[in-house]
T-cell receptor, first 115, second 110 residues
Framework: DVKVTQSSRYLVKRTGEKVFLECVQD?????MFWYRQDPGLGLRLIYF???????EKGDIPEGYSVSREKKERFSLILESASTNQTSMYLC??????????????FGSGTQLSVL | DAKTTQPPSMDCAEGRAANLPCNHS???????VYWYRQIHSQGPQYIIH???NNETNEMASLIITEDRKSSTLILPHATLRDTAVYYC???????????FGTGTRLTVIP
């Protein structure tokens, strides 16, 4: 089974801190995604990546950046954390099959609280 | 991607079939219908997907109407562990991402 591992389950940070959320997948997937989930808003895509060193903005990239130096690892960076970035962050990966499948595999999430 | 509409919540008795509806009246011919679920405190989990034919796997069945404007996810014998939020998504291959709405919160009652 595909395993997507997020480094922290819970994280508490202070306003203005630089925050790194790490995600690692073990199935050689090309695609990796970062979503945030807030009550009543569902999941919203922040950034995604099709390949090493490639990144694309999602629906809500403001205040975030990403890094993909290795195929298995996709990092989400909050350059200067703010309270409105308190949220559940979910990482996902998928295989670029070219066969019309887009099955996402998700990690368990990181609940980030910015105080 | 086509917008989907789901009821916000449903209850189902344990052991009974859970039928979760989804409307996607603006779906285009090359958009698939995907279903995911999210159990509390976990990431979403893929369940099933289809284009126009009905599909079945070990987790569920997917029934898509002939005009493709709606679909139903069927959990044939719901258990307490099926309590979760279920997301119906219309996805076009090549699109950037799956759009997860707010889904249907299914509660399986003992």
């Amino acid at each position: 089974d595909v395993k997507v591992t997020q480094s922290s389950r819970y994280l508490v940070k202070r306003t203005g801190e630089k925050v790194f959320l790490e995600c690692v997948q073990d199935m050689d997937h090309e695609n990796m995604f970062w979503y945030r989930q807030d009550p009543g808003l569902g999941l919203r895509l922040i950034y995604f990546s099709y390949d090493v060193k490639m990144k694309e903005k999602g629906d809500i990239p403001e205040g975030y950046s990403v890094s993909r130096e290795k195929k298995e690892r996709f990092s989400l960076i909050l350059e200067s954390a703010s309270t409105n970035q308190t949220s559940m962050y979910l990482c996902a990966s998928s295989l670029l099959t070219g066969t019309l499948n887009e099955k996402l595999f998700f990690g368990s999430g990181t609940q980030l609280s910015v105080l | 991607d086509a917008k989907t509409t789901q009821p916000p919540s449903m209850d189902c008795a344990e052991g009974r079939a859970a039928n979760l509806p989804c409307n996607h009246s603006t779906i285009s011919g090359n958009e698939y219908v995907y279903w995911y679920r999210q159990i509390h405190s976990q990431g979403p989990q893929y369940i099933i997907h289809g284009l126009k034919n009905n599909e079945t796997n070990e987790m569920a069945s997917l029934i898509i109407t002939e005009d493709r404007k709606s679909s139903t996810l069927i959990l044939p014998h719901a258990t307490l562990r099926d309590t979760a939020v279920y997301y119906c998504i219309a996805y076009q291959t090549g699109a950037n991402n799956l759009f997860f709405g707010t889904g249907t919160r299914l509660t399986v009652i003992p």
